[in-house]
Structures are given as C-alpha cells and as structure tokens.
C-alpha cells in the first residue's frame, strides 16, 4: 500500500498516517507549519507496521523520515503488534488480529 508496505485491515489507517505528510493536515501559511507549532498532546511520531519488523524496506523508513523532519518513525511489525494487543488489550484481540488475512 503507498509504499510497497503490506498490511492487515485492520492497521490500514496506520499506513494512511505514514504515507501522508503530518505538514500537509497543518494549515498552508509558512509561519504556521512544521513539528513546532503541532498540536499539543499529540505525540509527534508515525507508526509503520510491516509483517516483519526485520523486513521493513529501510528506503521505505527513512522516505517517511524525509517527508516528516521532526517527527519520530517507529516501525512494528506482527510480533510487537501482538505484544502491544495482549498488553493493551486481551488475547481475544489478538486471536482476531491473527484472523485476519494478510493483504
């Protein structure tokens, strides 16, 4: 998707986040754009998942990184995606995340 990134369904809006410039959301005035004048409580950081954290193409990492300076780029793949589901949330939602196919 985007980038040659495939994910579940499910992580779809993930890769939407990722693929789109944080800049292009802010409004168009030069003096209003950028990390620095980001919205408060909203971390600055884009999520990429990848079915294997391991196997993420770099270019496609550090094309996010170049699009969106000032912003951190953390990458997950299954395994931490699972990590985070069962700690956040319960095995049910992990079963539900392992149903679904990959696309």
Not at 4 to 17: H, Q
Not at 54 to 61: D, G, I, L, Q
Not at 74 to 89: C, M, N, P, T, W
């Amino acid at each position: 998707m985007g980038m040659g990134i495939a994910i579940r369904p499910m992580l779809a809006l993930c890769s939407l986040v990722a693929a789109l410039s944080p800049r292009a959301l802010l409004p168009s005035r030069p003096d209003e754009t950028g990390p620095a004048n980001w919205p408060d409580g909203i971390p600055r950081t884009i999520y990429l998942t990848y079915k294997s954290k391991a196997a993420t193409p770099a270019a496609s990492v550090e094309r996010v990184r170049a699009m969106n300076p000032g912003f951190a780029v953390e990458v997950y793949g299954d395994e931490e995606i699972r990590a985070f589901l069962k700690q956040s949330f319960s095995t049910s939602h992990v079963e539900f995340f392992d149903s679904i196919k990959a696309g």
